[in-house]
């Protein structure tokens, strides 16, 4: 249980970083020359629509409970509600995809998780556009490995061999190959296509 809120602690303060880095247009560990990755595209209405309904919350209860106690714990667990939401969106921002100039993926979403699959290790890349009803990360009995982003992928990926993945609470698993969301899936599939033609 102290793991698993640790893991949880981690996460917040690596989003409110992210939300830091997004308010001064910067990014996490995107090297030069390397391919930035987005993919926030399919869920960017849906947040900042939460964050309307988020804000909209806020104002109402502040105006509408008559109790002073009760109103200013309200009012701080809607304003954490608020910046939750925003930090949100800004790790997965601020934290994209990418494909390095050595031709390693890193696959990440938000500050909830970070796979690192080394140069070399991709054997194919193609476009695939899938629509699975699974949570935003599932890997299935067969090393399929997928991070969806509302609720869609756009990238499969192929591994010359097993890759070790944490989910965000600790929990430890393998692929042999991973779908993701890319808004610009071409442009990922001919970075990685080209290293892997210069392997």
Same mark, same amino acid.
């Given at each position: ?60 209860? #502040?105006?509408? $409970?008559?109790?002073? /106690? *009760?109103? &200013? ?6 304003? %954490? =509600?608020?910046? @939750? ?5 800004? #790790?997965?921002? $601020?934290?994209?995809? /990418? *494909?390095? &100039? ?6 990440? %979403? =938000?500050?909830? @998780? ?8 991709? $054997? ?76």
């Amino acid at each position: 249980m102290r793991g698993r809120l640790r893991l949880l602690a981690g996460h917040e303060m690596r989003a409110l970083h992210s939300l830091w880095l997004w308010v001064r247009g910067r990014r996490h560990a995107v090297p030069d020359g390397a391919l930035a990755v987005a993919y926030t595209g399919p869920q960017t209405a849906m947040m900042y629509g939460l964050l309307f309904v988020s804000v909209v919350e806020t104002v109402m209860l #502040a105006l509408l $409970t008559p109790w002073p /106690v *009760v109103r &200013a714990i309200l009012l701080v667990l809607d304003v %954490y =509600g608020v910046v @939750f939401v925003l930090s949100t969106h800004a #790790a997965c921002v $601020t934290r994209p995809h /990418v *494909v390095g &100039a050595d031709g390693a993926l890193r696959l990440r %979403y =938000g500050a909830r @998780f970070d796979l690192r699959i080394p140069a070399g290790a991709v $054997t194919g890349a193609r476009i695939e556009r899938r629509f699975p009803d699974l949570g935003p990360m599932a890997a299935d009995a067969d090393g399929v490995l997928d991070l969806v982003v509302g609720g869609q992928t756009s990238v499969t990926v192929e591994l010359a061999g097993p890759v070790e993945f944490v989910r965000p609470l600790g929990k430890r698993g393998q692929a042999h190959s991973v779908r993701f969301h890319a808004d610009d899936p071409a442009a990922v599939v001919a970075a990685l296509t080209r290293w892997e033609r210069s392997a």
